[in-house]
């Protein structure tokens, strides 16, 4: 069984609607200094498997946070903001169920940030991916 996180990678990097705005610019848990924006960033926050009296029941909904990163926080002419990005990316994760064992994704939280670090507007937005044999 693959990892979530290599199914999430897959299924973000080949979505017309995100790599028209991110290009490649999707990274795992922490992005490189000095990258180019908009980009985004995920992690697996909890793993949330599903067990039965037999024990794992090869079933898991994990709760996933991305993280939308952007110089605007609301679009302007050709620049994208972390709010709008946040809104394509909830509308294309939703459209996920169905492909290579995953069954729903849920929005669970959404956060408009500042990083610190960057001083980029910084949406945090966590899902519920339901998947399994």
């Given at each position: ?49 599903k067990y ?7 079933f898991q ?68 991916v339901s998947?399994?044999?």
């Amino acid at each position: 069984m693959s990892m979530i996180e290599t199914d999430l990678y897959s299924y973000l990097s080949t979505c017309i609607a995100l790599i028209a705005l991110v290009s490649t610019r999707i990274y795992p848990v922490q992005a490189p200094k000095e990258v180019a924006t908009p980009y985004l960033v995920y992690f697996k926050v909890s793993p949330n498997r599903k067990y039965t009296h037999q024990g794992f029941a090869n079933f898991q909904q994990p709760r996933i946070q991305i993280s939308c990163y952007a110089t605007r926080y609301i679009t302007s002419g050709s620049e994208i903001g972390a709010k709008s990005l946040s809104q394509i990316l909830i509308s294309a994760l939703e459209a996920w169920p169905g492909a290579e064992r995953i069954q729903a994704v849920q929005v669970e939280d959404e956060k408009d940030l500042i990083d610190p670090d960057t001083n980029l507007y910084h949406v945090a937005v966590d899902f519920f991916v339901s998947y399994g044999a």
